[in-house]
């Protein structure tokens, strides 16, 4: 970035205090990868709700595929039902599900989140392996 000479400098750190480590799993199929996602998505989203905390969650994909497919995943109505308490409970985490950044690592440049997954993390997959 210093050979640019008609570009704006830029930090590559942030302003905001050190957050916790990152963690690694490791999933057997997509399947298994998605329902823990959302898991944790889901209880978060919940213990945000009971503390009016501030919904600050990105799920980032390498490819728009990779994330419809996720969002899909995510706003299925069983999927939700399944760990409803009551309808209004329901209608509550549905909303706040919607604050989820389901987004592609792409449009995510420059933005910071409190908790961010990445799935699809593999070699090949991110980094990008492109075929010759």
């Known amino acids: 970035m210093d050979k640019e000479k008609t570009r704006e400098s830029k930090s590559l750190t942030t302003k905001n205090e050190e957050g916790n480590p990152v963690e690694l799993y490791q999933f057997s199929t997509e399947e298994e ?6 898991e944790e998505v889901f209880e978060r989203v919940s213990k945000n709700h009971k503390t ?17 497919k996720f969002k899909k995943y995510l706003e299925n109505e ?3 039902k399944q760990k409803s308490e009551d309808f209004d ?44």
Do not use: C
């Not at 919904?55 to 419809?68: C, E, G, H, Y």
């Open 52 to 68: 009016n905390d501030e919904i600050d969650i990105a799920v980032l994909f390498r490819t728009n595929k990779q994330k419809n």
């Open 33 to 38: 990868e998605f329902r823990w996602i959302g």
């Open 78 to 80: 069983d999927f939700i």
């Open 89 to 132: 409970h329901l209608k509550r985490i549905k909303k706040d599900l919607k604050k989820i950044k389901v987004k592609t690592v792409h449009k995510s440049k420059g933005k910071e989140y409190h908790t961010v997954f990445i799935p699809k993390l593999e070699d090949g997959n991110i980094p990008m392996r492109y075929q010759t």
